[in-house]
T-cell receptor
Framework: DVKVTQSSRYLVKRTGEKVFLECVQDMDHENMFWYRQDPGLGLRLIYFSYDVKMKEKGDIPEGYSVSREKKERFSLILESASTNQTSMYLC????????????FGDGTRLSIL | DQQVKQNSPSLSVQEGRISILNCDYTNSMFDYFLWYKKYPAEGPTFLISISSIKDKNEDGRFTVFLNKSAKHLSLHIVPSQPGDSAVYFCAAREYGNKLVFGAGTILRVKS
């Protein structure tokens, strides 16, 4: 079974705080992705990584950064949290080759007050 | 501009009947299409996929149809069950294993 673990299911933070969301996989997959899901907007790609220390911007990278120091771990960082970053954050992985699906973690429901 | 569109925000179906969820796309370079199912407070679960070289793929109660000329994708669930009630997202693969998602359709199966 594919295992994608996100560090927190629910998180409440204050405006201006630096927030870290962690994602860990046990599949040795090359690619990792961070999305946010908002009602009526579907899933939107924030950042992704093809391999260790590699990162690329997705469609909505503003206000976020990422870190991938080890293959199994991909961190999403909210540099200075704002209320419009209240959302469901989802991490996904992909083996890197082939017509295969991405597999998701259970998500982190983040509230910024 | 949305490259993947799910124009029906919600769908209600009687248990045992067919559920048909639709998806339209604009980018002819998409080569792989997927459907995900999502329950509240959980991550999306992969359901079924289809390559752009095919027009149909079946897996049990789930069938995905692809009409490339119309740039249209549909998911058929037969027979529908109450446990199928969830949000369904269609997605399409662009370069580098990136996926573009639709906004989702809420399916309610009434018993």
């Amino acid at each position: 079974d594919v295992k994608v673990t996100q560090s927190s299911r629910y998180l409440v933070k204050r405006t201006g705080e630096k927030v870290f969301l962690e994602c860990v996989q046990d599949m040795d997959h090359e690619n990792m992705f961070w999305y946010r899901q908002d009602p009526g907007l579907g899933l939107r790609l924030i950042y992704f990584s093809y391999d260790v220390k590699m990162k690329e911007k997705g469609d909505i990278p503003e206000g976020y950064s990422v870190s991938r120091e080890k293959k199994e771990r991909f961190s999403l960082i909210l540099e200075s949290a704002s209320t419009n970053q209240t959302s469901m954050y989802l991490c996904a992985i992909h083996p890197g080759q082939g017509l295969k699906p991405q597999h998701f973690g259970d998500g982190t429901r983040l509230s910024i007050l | 501009d949305q490259q993947v569109k799910q124009n029906s925000p919600s769908l209600s179906v009687q248990e045992g009947r067919i559920s048909i969820l639709n998806c339209d796309y604009t980018n002819s370079m998409f080569d792989y299409f997927l459907w995900y199912k999502k329950y509240p407070a959980e991550g999306p679960t992969f359901l079924i996929s289809i390559s752009s070289i095919k027009d149909k793929n079946e897996d049990g109660r789930f069938t995905v149809f692809l009409n490339k000329s119309a740039k249209h994708l549909s998911l058929h669930i037969v027979p529908s069950q109450p446990g199928d009630s969830a949000v369904y997202f269609c997605a399409a693969r662009e370069y580098g294993n990136k996926l573009v998602f639709g906004a989702g359709t809420i399916l309610r199966v009434k018993s």
